[in-house]
């Protein structure tokens, strides 16, 4: 089992629809999570980042994360076709070896928006 | 506006070539990353330094791949010899150590190993 679990996709919505992004992780120790959005070739940029459980809200994007279920989430309000891209999730437990900047990445969740 | 570059954006090569990729990290960033991505196994690290020293390159195929900082301003990446299994595209990132929301990413090489 990977230490981070993420749908593929690809999930096609209608503009304007709701969507929801989802990560499952294995490693309890993890307490920095973020999500990434990468366009076609290019590098991924940071999106969200919150500490720890809570909700954390940025415009339309929302990122939720249930550390008790080992379960994060990103929803997107109003989407838009220029939202179409690969969202990945990452986390990062402070106290490894890696630190806080030791991220374990999802492979990525594949979005399209149509218009 | 900062930003890592990264040389050449795409490479095209012969097996058992050698390559080298190019990373300028942000100035004032410490700590720069280097990733590999596919399909099948996503975004994975195959090393990371800190202050130009190699912190962790447990995640690169020692035999054949190798990674320096010769100054601040300049991080490689090489593959001698290069097999066809390397096709990816490689990421390299920059940061502020022990910060989790530092991390910046180049444009990325894209190599295809004939």
């Known amino acids: 089992q990977k230490e981070v679990e993420q749908d593929p996709g690809p999930l096609s919505v209608p503009e304007g629809a709701i969507v929801s992004l989802n990560c499952t992780y294995s490693?309890?120790?993890?307490?920095?999570f973020m999500w990434y959005r990468q366009y076609s070739r290019k590098g991924p940029e940071l999106l969200m980042y919150?500490?720890?459980?809570g909700n954390k809200e940025d415009g339309r994007f929302t990122a939720q994360v249930d550390k008790s279920s080992k379960y994060i989430s990103l929803f997107i309000r109003d989407s838009q076709p220029s939202d179409s891209a690969t969202y990945l999730c990452?986390?990062?437990?402070?106290?490894?070896?890696?630190?806080?900047?030791?991220?374990?990445f999802g492979k990525g969740t594949h979005l399209i928006i149509q218009p | 506006d900062a930003r890592v570059t990264q040389t050449p954006r795409d490479k095209v090569t012969e097996m058992g070539q050698e390559v080298t990729m190019r990373c300028q990290p942000i100035?004032?960033?410490?700590?720069v990353f280097w990733y590999r991505q596919t399909m099948m196994q996503g975004l994975e690290l195959l090393a990371y330094f800190r202050n130009r020293a190699p912190l962790d390159d447990s995640g690169m195929p020692k035999d054949r791949f190798s990674a320096e900082m010769p100054d601040a301003t300049l991080a490689t990446l090489k593959i001698q010899p290069s097999e066809p299994r390397d096709s990816a595209v490689y990421f390299c990132a920059s940061g502020l150590g022990g910060t989790a929301d530092t991390q910046y990413f180049g444009p990325g090489t894209r190599l295809t190993v004939l």
């Open positions: 490693n309890s120790a993890f307490q920095y």
């Open positions: 990452a986390m990062s437990d402070p106290y490894s070896g890696g630190g806080a900047d030791g991220l374990t």
């Open positions: 919150t500490y720890s459980s």
């Open positions: 100035l004032g960033h410490n700590t």
